[in-house]
């Protein structure tokens, strides 16, 4: 009985991307950014191991897609890697999940283990998924990356989020080939991000990144896997704004341009591949 009305009390969650129904050591880690984008605006990671998973039967599921099916599961905390307070042993929540070639629900065993990303919800001992693809198959490399990614996040040092581009600047140097351009970029938290490119004649362009009002000496450019990486990979657009170019002298434009696609050739593709 209690089975039936959490299946009903949480029937009306979204309805769910397809997902593999199961999961062990041969699961394929999901990619950094996918990850990123579901931890950062998860209040609740945790590492779970299915105790038991029961169909809820259509007319109690309310918006499910065609060729799905709502599973109601309780699995048990593995382990516990970020919640604003503390978790029963035992977790409830519901998945939507692609049917199987019959129109039968799937098998979620018992023992599979997921990484969830989730938020609490009315019920003690419920969590609801922040997003129908936020229960995923545990591996090492993805339990790994998503500490990583909440250990960064949680930092003092954590890089802000970027919600835009600023000026730009551009200064010769003092012989032909030498040159310095640094971007200003816009954060959510007001906080100064600049990226700066410097060339000299017979050297590889160099850039970096900095997080604060002065350029160190000591700043690079970001390894890929990094929050910060993440930040300006996902965020940055292909091309500078013209607005971020109205103070650069016209004979100059060319190669702050030049500079920009330098730093979005090296960051790399974002990579997201959920939809």
Do not use: N
Not at 128 to 141: G, H, K
Not at 184 to 213: H, M, N
Not at 225 to 246: E, I, K, N, V
């Amino acid at each position: 009985m209690r089975t039936f009305w959490l299946a009903i009390a949480l029937a009306a969650l979204p309805a769910a991307a397809p997902l593999p129904t199961d999961s062990g050591a041969s699961a394929a880690p999901i990619g950094y950014s996918d990850l990123a984008d579901l931890a950062l605006a998860a209040p609740v990671a945790v590492h779970v191991r299915v105790a038991r998973a029961i169909a809820v039967k259509p007319e109690q599921a309310a918006g499910l897609r065609p060729g799905m099916a709502r599973l109601y599961v309780e699995a048990d905390v593995v382990a516990l890697i970020r919640s604003p307070g503390p978790l029963p042993s035992r977790l409830a929540y519901v998945v939507d999940l692609p049917s199987d070639g019959r129109g039968k629900p799937p098998k979620l065993r018992k023992g599979a283990e997921f990484l969830l990303l989730a938020a609490a919800a009315a019920r003690p001992g419920e969590v609801r998924l922040i997003a129908p693809d936020a229960q995923i198959p545990y591996s090492s490399t993805s339990a790994e990356r998503l500490r990583a990614i909440v250990r960064e996040a949680g930092g003092a040092s954590a890089p802000p989020r970027i919600t835009g581009i600023g000026k730009a600047f551009h200064v010769p140097g003092a012989i032909p080939g030498e040159s310095e351009t640094q971007v200003f970029l816009q954060t959510a938290d007001q906080r100064p991000i600049s990226l700066t490119v410097l060339r000299r004649p017979g050297q590889t362009p160099q850039w970096a990144v900095a997080l604060g009002e002065i350029v160190d000496e000591a700043a690079a450019a970001p390894a890929p896997g990094t929050l910060l990486w993440y930040r300006l990979a996902c965020t940055l657009p292909r091309r500078l704004p013209a607005q971020s170019l109205a103070d650069i002298e016209p004979g100059h434009v060319a190669a702050v341009e030049a500079d920009y696609r330098l730093v979005i050739d090296q960051l790399g593709p974002c990579g997201r591949a959920r939809r």
